[in-house]
């Protein structure tokens, strides 16, 4: 639990000290080393006791000068190391994410179909959550053919599921509640 709370605060540390201009490289630039960190031996490399903080510094100074990474996404990267909390990076993504969307009015859904939908309805449900909810609507979709049809919409741990596997399973359970 004390890392969630580590991970929130580096994350809300970042949001705080990123402007609105400097966000997309910013953000990128975390994006492709949280690739590295997790697809490659670079997490590994980073996390490990038995490795010199010195030799961890200067391999994140060295893919910052090569990939010329902005000397926020620099310095952040620096101070996990020298702080002994790149382990955190992850999480310290997923909330910078969040923390992020929720200061701008950014409001991140999933929808999972059964079928890959036309790009009329994914505007069309756009529409509708940008009128429930305001602000900037950012929706991925999902197929996962189980669900037969209809669609499942999550927002963080919110879901408002309206599958028609989920319509079945209730029509069955008032069926057995009723006998």
Same mark, same amino acid.
């Given at each position: 639990m004390r890392g969630r709370a580590v991970a929130r605060r580096y994350a809300w540390a970042l949001v705080a000290s990123v402007t609105d201009q400097e966000y997309p490289r910013i953000n990128s630039e975390l994006k492709a080393f949280l690739k590295a960190f997790l697809e490659t031996e670079l997490g590994n490399v980073l996390s490990s006791p038995f490795i010199a903080m010195e030799k961890k510094k200067n391999l994140v100074e060295e893919i910052a000068h090569r990939f010329n990474f902005h000397k926020k996404t620099r310095n952040f990267l620096v101070l996990l190391v020298e702080r002994? @909390?790149? =382990?955190l990076f992850p999480m310290m993504m997923e909330f910078f994410r969040?923390?992020?969307?929720?200061? %701008?009015?950014? %409001? /991140?859904?999933?929808m999972i179909t059964a079928v890959e939908p036309p790009q009329d309805v994914v505007e069309g449900i756009k529409k509708i959550l940008s009128e429930k909810f305001g602000g900037e609507i950012i929706?991925?979709?999902?197929? /996962?053919?189980?669900i037969i049809g209809g669609l499942i919409l999550k927002k963080g741990y919110t879901v408002y599921?309206? =599958?028609?596997?989920?319509?079945? /399973?209730?029509?069955? @359970?008032?069926i057995v509640e009723g006998e």
């Open positions: 002994n @909390r790149i =382990s969040q923390f992020w969307n929720s200061a %701008h009015n950014i %409001h /991140e859904f999933t929706l991925k979709t999902q197929v /996962e053919p189980s599921d309206g =599958s028609i596997e989920k319509q079945l /399973e209730l029509i069955k @359970r008032k």
